[in-house]
């Protein structure tokens, strides 16, 4: 009898464990579940929240209509693939003909670099609103050492492509971008550009270029950063209550990228998006596809004026852009696709990383004096001051208050 309870007993005390283990293991099931659901709502909510057009009438591009036409099928099922491919096949058509007729391809052994360089500015210049001169132009004077004029002529002449692939892309697939700072921008873009390659480039020595291209924009990261530190921050996808003033803040914000773009090759992109985002509240999602547009329009004229009124490109800059097309016309369309199911959050973490690595390359690379250093880091000071008053008129104006309550007419499209 004896025995027998204690046989029962043991196989009570087993019974127990491996309910016990039984837990144990539903547990762990259980928060491997838990992580995996959690990381695949983190990677949909950040990186697939689709893309965001501008109204419910654009988005009838992807609508089925038993009435379409086949080629109207094709362009809506494949509107992503031909965004892509169309300006592809332009440059790679016009790009293969002059270098089989000048016999270009031996230049790629000798400039190799920045065609490695650029299929990350490419991504860069298509994802967010830095451009691909804001990857050029500091790989090229601080890390290969080249004069920054050339750089900046490279800068421009690159991004007269890559650009320009990525906005067709933008406008084939419609996109939602704020035409008004494209044209309001472009008017001051223009005078800014051709008079701070006259007036302005030759005035300043190329540690100043340098240090002064970091510095500014290092600036607007910070602003961006404590402005997206508010939760919940409301944003919209167009100006608010759109008047005279707002136009002439945009003409001069073009007219001051456009100078700054004089000197390094990029900076009406980066200025249109600072002014968008952080006064007048414009989502990045919106922002950064206008600043690609309408720093495509001024690279072509920034690149005219250089070759063809100045005739002062360099034939270095020419041997740099021709081993540079074929990767930029493939890389910043992509970036542009990538970027338009992005959550705003991600394209503003891109600029945080860009800008802290362009300015600590720029002081261990430049390794500028005291005098440098002071007026660098009173740029970053001044500029911080000016980009976190912008933050503060734009959390303040009554208008945005209103369009809170009314809401807006874009229209999240996840495809």
Known sequence: MTV????????????????????????????????????STFIRKYFFEGQRLAN????????????????EVFIRKHRKLLGFAIPMSFFYIVWWSIAIRYNLLPLFPERYEMSITMMFGGLIAGMTCEGGGAVAFPVMTLALQIDPIIARDFSLMIQSCGMTAAAFTIL???IAIEWRSIVFGSVGA??????????VDPHLTADQKKMGFVSIWFAFALALFLLNTQKKRTTFEKIVDFNWWKAVVLTMTGFVGGIVTSFSGSGVDICS???????????EK??????????????????????IIMTDVSVLAWEYWTVCIPVVV???????????HFHRLVLATFIYVLEIIALISGFLVVKPDWT?????FGIILGGFAFFYALTRIGSSDPVYDDAEEEGDNSLELKV
Not at 15 to 23: A, F, L, Q, W, Y
Not at 61 to 69: A, E, H, T
Not at 192 to 198: D, R, W
Not at 286 to 299: F, I
């Open 330 to 340: 493939i890389m910043a369309p992509f970036g542009s696709v990538l970027a338009s």
């Open 172 to 174: 084939f697939m419609r």
């Open 286 to 307: 919106v922002a950064t596809p206008t600043s690609v547009v309408l720093m495509a329009c001024n690279t072509v004229v920034g690149f005219y004026w250089r070759q």
């Open 4 to 39: 027998v309870k204690e046989c029962d007993r043991s196989q009570h005390y087993k019974s127990d464990g491996e309910d016990e283990e039984k837990i144990v293991l539903r547990e762990k099931r259980e928060q491997k579940r838990s992580v995996r659901s959690k990381m």
């Open 190 to 199: 223009i005078f800014g550009v051709t008079f701070g390659l006259e007036f």
């Open 372 to 376: 440098l250093t002071a007026i660098s």
């Open 56 to 71: 419910e009438k654009q988005a009838e591009i992807y609508v089925n209509n038993p009435d379409d036409s086949f080629f």
């Open 273 to 283: 998006f600072s002014m968008l985002t952080l006064l007048f509240r414009i989502s």
